[in-house]
């Protein structure tokens, strides 16, 4: 498991981590399709921001998983910083 980028919290994870299992599920997941069309952000570049740590996001058995309420903070977290 890796964790995400700037900022990220445990926000919108159950208790930071995940299911008893040791796999992280948050409660609002998006997988890489489900949140690049939330964002309007294509997958590869999704993928590759995710990589890059400059999106909030954790790598789960290879696949990049996204949580809703961080995608948010994030979001209006950028709109903030912009002029």
């Not at 997988?31 to 570049?45: F, I, K, N, P, W």
């Not at 921001?49 to 949580?67: K, N, T, Y």
Request: proline share 5%.
């Amino acid at each position: 498991m890796t964790a995400g980028a700037g900022g990220f919290t445990d926000e919108g994870w159950p208790d930071g981590h995940g299911g008893g299992d040791g796999h992280v599920v948050p409660k609002d997941r998006m997988t890489v399709s489900e949140a690049s069309v939330y964002l309007a952000v294509d997958a590869e570049t999704l993928t590759r921001m995710a990589s890059e740590r400059s999106i909030p996001s954790l790598e789960v058995e290879g696949q990049w998983v996204f949580s809703k309420k961080s995608i948010d903070k994030w979001r209006r977290q950028r709109e903030a910083k912009r002029p």
